[in-house]
T-cell receptor, first 114, second 113 residues
């Protein structure tokens, strides 16, 4: 997981609170993505970006907001947390046309919404 | 609509035998497929991938087969080892956009000594 840093590792939120999950990479990758992992559901794509200033929705974007003001950073914002957003979140980065072994995942952020 | 499906939630095999994990997809635009291994409390680890221009790719004990007409791929692990016990995910992307991976639900593999 070298090169992709996620913070915080663990977070407990109350329903209705907002927070930002941070993701940073130092490999100058164009592509960055956010996934959530839930039991029995695999990893589902929330939002992704193909470069600074460009973002797009994935499979499950509702309740999340992203921006990509720099190549290095891709924060994920929860605007008003809900218990359904309790999950493990993974950030990933890669360059254009990357092979599988050059797609890097962060170590994950465990979020609990009570 | 699940575009990538792993219909077997779990698989148990004896050490030394072959493990076969299956994955089906529905989107004909997918042209690159990957397999990841995941342990609890860790990020996914890349195992092997295959481009749609190939039907087989090998890397040591791991081989991935792609049947485009059936929209089906499989991962073979030979011989299976206890350290292979983990959750395995297949994933797919289209047009080289590796920032947009679509994952299956995962298959938990248990290799018994």
């Amino acid at each position: 997981n070298a090169g992709v840093t996620q913070t915080p590792k663990f977070q407990v939120l109350k329903t209705g609170q907002s927070m930002t999950l941070q993701c940073a990479q130092d490999m100058n990758h164009e592509y960055m993505s956010w996934y959530r992992q839930d039991p029995g559901m695999g990893l589902r794509l929330i939002h992704y970006s193909v470069g600074a200033g460009i973002t797009d929705q994935g499979e499950v974007p509702n309740g999340y907001n992203v921006s990509r003001s720099t190549t290095e950073d891709f924060p994920l914002r929860l605007l008003s947390a809900a218990p359904s957003q309790t999950s493990v979140y993974f950030c990933a980065s890669s360059y254009r046309g990357a092979a599988g072994n050059t797609i890097y995942f962060g170590e994950g952020s465990w979020l609990t919404v009570v | 609509d699940q575009q990538v499906k792993q219909n077997s939630p779990s698989l148990s095999v004896q050490e030394g035998r072959i493990s076969i994990l299956n994955c089906d997809y529905t989107n004909s635009m997918f042209d690159y497929f990957l397999w990841y291994k995941k342990y609890p409390a860790e990020g996914p680890t890349f195992l092997i991938s295959i481009s749609s221009i190939k039907d087989k790719n090998e890397d040591g004990r791991f081989t991935v087969f792609l049947n485009k007409s059936a929209k089906h791929l499989s991962l073979h692990i030979v011989p299976s080892q206890p350290g292979d016990s983990a959750v395995y995910f297949c994933a797919a992307s289209a047009s080289g956009n590796t920032g947009k991976l679509i994952f299956g639900q995962g298959t938990t593999l248990q290799v018994k000594p």
